[in-house]
């Protein structure tokens, strides 16, 4: 098995850096920000699974020899002795002191999320080499659930204008176990998605939920058909396969769903409308037809009025209409930019967001990077024989990528989020410990990040 050591969970040329601050170097401290990128603020997520997964795990003999092993073979110097010195005056736990926003917070960018710092002077050096992993496991969490976000603001937007924004927690679905890098990236991707929704197929996401937030089951699921369990009757059993799923999984007050695009999306509408509209009504289940090509707001459209030709609708208090007994999820091209015109163009012709939920796959999970909202961690201060020095960059070919300086934190007041220096009276301090000399010092339930992210700005 993979040695997971911290020690070894860094880049290659951390393992030169102990010994390149100024001498007499005490304390170095740093902070995580989101610069900006693809949207104005963030949802902060991710940093419990890391500190139970690695952090909490003290370093061994064991874990040293080998990674000094690792890295002299790949032409690295060690520092054995700073190493030897934790384990030795800590029993393998790291002392250094992690304060961060609660998970789940919606944060405007450029503001700090989280801070780092070493409290054993002889340790200064620490605080720098555990950026790779602390930094990974802050951005890709955190813009996952960021991009859920921000797909679940445009659904409330147009459940608000045309149908129920109480529906909301099941109009995402995640589809996008398949399309991530990992196991581990499901997990923790899934489970970033499910902050802000409850609909998943990534089961590693529940395990993730139960194992790290004490949730037992995170989002749900129901009985759903694929193009092999359509084709695999042929095309002229098409309605067969459908007579069959509404028999097995057509019960009372429960929903199953049937991708229907494997020949003829428009006929096979209208199939679910004629040949099998009596099973289904007397089923008493909702049946959710998936399209799963073409241009999504074109043929989501184009199915909510055959469907309605067939099964009539309602029309709901804000004039819009519902339909009876079927509903729509679209799971093929779906982005930000796909919700919106879908929707836009369902309102349009009359119908309520309530009839459409969507599902997302690699768009979701996989197509982001730690760009996306351009995360880094840098060092703002250190401490020289008793003297606190601000530290910062200022590149002149990219002002963007000026850093802060000074020991930054987060505060709130009236007006909302700002970063400033420690010591602020005048204003809440929003960051809170969470990790110190090895424990973690603050855990959140997922309830309690899930009511942290529920604002919609």
């Not at 710092?117 to 620490?126: F, G, H, I, R, V």
């Not at 019960?251 to 199939?271: E, Q, R, T």
């Not at 836009?344 to 730690?370: E, P, V």
């Not at 990528?401 to 020991?407: F, I, N, T, Y």
Request: aromatic letters at 12%; proline letters at 3%.
């Amino acid at each position: 098995m993979i040695n997971k050591t911290i020690i070894t969970n860094t880049d290659s040329y951390k393992f030169s850096q102990y010994n390149q601050y100024p001498e007499g170097t005490t304390n170095v401290y740093s902070y995580v920000e989101s610069r900006g990128g693809s949207w104005k603020q963030t949802v902060f997520f991710g940093l419990q699974i890391f500190l139970k997964e690695y952090l909490s795990n003290p370093i061994t003999q064991e874990d040293i020899d080998f990674a000094e092993l690792i890295a002299g073979g790949h032409g690295e110097p060690f520092n054995r002795e700073g190493w030897e010195y934790i384990l030795r005056e800590y029993g393998g736990k790291l002392p250094i002191r992690i304060k961060a926003v609660p998970e789940g917070s919606v944060i405007p960018v450029k503001n700090v999320l989280a801070t780092v710092e070493n409290t054993d002077p002889q340790c200064a050096w620490l605080t720098s080499y555990i950026e790779t992993a602390l930094l990974r496991s802050i951005w890709y969490g955190t813009t996952v659930a960021t991009n859920s976000y921000e797909s679940k603001r445009i659904i409330h937007d147009y459940l608000m204008k045309t149908g129920d924004p109480r529906t909301i927690e099941f109009k995402l679905h995640d589809f996008g176990a398949r399309g991530v890098s990992s196991f581990e990236s499901a997990g923790i991707g899934g489970l970033a998605h499910l902050v802000n929704f409850q609909g998943t197929d990534t089961v590693s996401a529940l395990l993730y939920g139960k194992e790290y937030y004490n949730i037992d089951i995170a989002g749900f699921s129901i009985p759903a058909m694929e193009h092999s369990t359509v084709t695999s009757w042929g095309r002229k059993g098409e309605e067969d396969s459908y007579r069959n799923m509404v028999k097995i999984y057509g019960k009372p007050n429960s929903l199953f769903a049937c991708v229907s695009d494997s020949y003829n999306i428009y006929d096979a509408c209208h199939m679910w409308g004629t040949v099998l509209k009596d099973d289904v009504i007397n089923s008493g289940a909702t049946l959710v037809v998936r399209p799963d090509s073409g241009y999504p707001p074109e043929v989501v459209t184009e199915c909510l009025k055959i469907l309605d030709s067939h099964y009539g609708h309602t029309v709901n208090d804000k004039g819009f209409k519902v339909l009876n007994h079927v509903r729509i999820i679209q799971g093929d091209g779906i982005t930000q930019d796909t919700i919106d015109r879908i929707l836009y163009r369902a309102m349009t012709a009359g119908y309520s967001a309530d009839n459409i939920a969507f599902g997302q796959g690699g768009k979701l999970l996989q197509s982001i990077d730690r760009d996306t909202q351009k995360f880094a961690m840098k060092c703002s201060s250190i401490e020289v024989k008793g003297e606190q020095r601000d530290v910062y960059k200022s590149p002149i070919t990219d002002m963007g990528k000026e850093s802060k300086k000074g020991r930054v934190t987060l505060y709130r007041n009236d007006e909302g989020y700002f970063t400033d220096l420690e010591g602020r009276t005048d204003a809440e301090e929003v960051l809170e410990t969470v990790f110190e000399n090895g424990e973690i010092v603050k855990e959140y339930t997922f309830d309690e990040v899930r009511y942290n992210a529920s604002v919609i700005v």
